[in-house]
């Protein structure tokens, strides 16, 4: 049974950083891509980064390049996703998904396979 599970979301200042982790159980972590996505209330789920099996191919939305970074560690089995200069618009539940395609970095939400509950994220002005 796969489960995919995010931890680190929490309420912080306009500017702040926060770093939220992923675990995946129940699949080859090293052979899995893992992105973020993120959803704000009343509105759709939007792709944010996403990152390959071997953790050296990135994509960034464009509303988060350079201020958000992912990362991913086999050896521990965990994906990160450090936020850096957070503003109020990035509030939001963040989740984090998986596809056993490997090389996959895009953003269409249906090309992943796992997802886990979510985490929020709440940035105050």
């Known amino acids: 049974q796969v489960q995919v599970v995010e931890s680190g979301g929490g309420l912080l200042q306009a500017g702040g950083s926060l770093r939220l982790s992923c675990s995946v159980s129940?699949?080859?972590?090293?052979?899995?891509?893992i992105a973020w996505f993120r959803q704000a209330p009343g509105k759709e789920r939007e792709y944010v980064s996403a990152i390959n099996q071997s953790g050296y191919g990135r994509n960034y939305a464009g509303s988060v390049k350079g201020r958000f970074t992912i990362s991913k560690d086999n050896a521990k089995e965990t994906a990160t996703l450090q936020m850096n200069n957070l503003k109020p618009e990035d509030t939001a539940v963040y989740y984090c998904?998986?596809?056993?395609?490997?090389?996959?970095?895009?953003?269409?939400?249906?090309?992943?396979?796992?997802w886990g509950q979510g985490t929020q994220v709440t940035v105050s002005s």
């Open positions: 998904a998986a596809t056993r395609t490997g090389s996959y970095i895009g953003g269409r939400l249906g090309d992943y396979d796992y």
């Open positions: 129940g699949l080859p972590f090293n052979l899995i891509a």
